[in-house]
């Protein structure tokens, strides 16, 4: 599908797609300093409704804190536009990602460097390409927590990532896995990662990791399925003692994994637990599921 629409937001107007453009002297495409977010919004009964939008614009605002911005636009805002460019797109299942980024600025501190806001959205479909996946635990370890703030989503960390990801594609996996520096498992390069053993969920602990939204819906639906949840460090060695893993975030959603390295879970395909918790989820999103409406925002 195209990554492309017919409106994106940009300080405070709504303006054609290809004229969203940035100089190339700019403060946050050399030094990373830019923060976003990346969004869903679904089809519903109701229409169609953005997934957790406060829960995203709370973290954009958090990273933007982190990364000094003076955010131009209260949050309330910020929502109200999000929904209106979904609108205006005529779009009714997208992927938003809005963005803070400073402007011409050479130098590391961006003092007198003005304050840009962009909101993008377009249709994106499947973002790993198969129903169970293959992935690679990574030679670059997570980013040290004391080296940045890893609750914020700050475009420097993606370098980490995209690493990452390059070598795993490169090795023939669809997907990288980083340990963090003390060599526990940490998330993938933009999932948050599960493991099942007889009916109850694992996920690393937070502290490493980027806190996803997603990771917690799943510990709320799961916990409403009957499955507990635990969050603990979970090592390389114990990969064996799972019978399932999967891949959790607003891009991925649901995804399981076959294998790691060698490892591989049940048959290597979507096991049991994982099918119900994808199938829970999507149900969520789209509005299927009463108790968890809470969770939707509708564009209309
Ligand atoms: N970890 C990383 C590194 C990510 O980039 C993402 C995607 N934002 C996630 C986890 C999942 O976060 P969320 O569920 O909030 O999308």
Not at 10 to 20: C, D, H, Q, T, W
Not at 115 to 124: G, S, T
Not at 165 to 192: C, R, T, V
């Amino acid at each position: 599908m195209a990554l492309k629409a017919k409106y994106i937001w940009s300080n405070g107007k709504f303006i054609p797609f290809k004229e969203a453009k940035i100089h190339i002297i700019n403060h946050s495409l050399h030094y990373g300093s830019a923060v976003f977010e990346g969004i869903r919004c679904y089809q519903t009964p109701k229409g169609p409704a953005v997934f957790r939008l406060k829960e995203h614009i709370d973290r954009l605002f958090h990273s933007a804190d982190v990364m000094g911005f003076k955010v131009p636009f209260s949050k309330g805002k910020i929502i109200k536009i999000t929904k209106e460019l979904v609108r205006k797109n005529n779009l009714k299942e997208c992927y938003i990602r809005p963005i803070i980024y400073y402007s011409e600025k050479m130098g590391l501190l961006p003092n007198d460097a003005s304050i840009n806001i962009a909101i993008a959205a377009w249709p994106w479909g499947k973002y790993l390409h198969k129903d169970s996946i293959s992935v690679k635990v990574s030679s670059f370890a997570r980013i040290h927590p004391k080296s940045s703030v890893m609750t914020a989503k700050i475009s420097g960390h993606y370098a980490n990532s995209v690493m990452t990801a390059l070598e795993a594609k490169k090795a023939g996996f669809d997907e990288a896995l980083l340990l963090d520096w003390k060599g526990d498992i940490a998330e993938g390069p933009g999932e948050n990662i599960f493991f099942v053993r007889k009916k109850i969920l694992y996920t690393p602990k937070k502290g490493t990791i980027l806190p996803g939204i997603t990771r917690e819906s799943i510990m709320k639906i799961a916990h409403g399925l009957g499955h507990r949840t635990i969050g603990r460090n979970i090592k390389v060695k114990d990969l064996k003692s799972f019978n399932e893993a999967f891949f959790v975030g607003t891009a991925v959603e649901v995804n399981a994994i076959g294998k790691i390295d060698k490892i591989i879970f049940g048959k290597g395909e979507e096991g049991k637990i994982t099918k119900e918790i994808k199938e829970a989820y999507l149900d969520t999103v789209r509005g299927k599921i009463k108790k968890y409406n809470k969770w939707l925002n509708y564009v209309e």
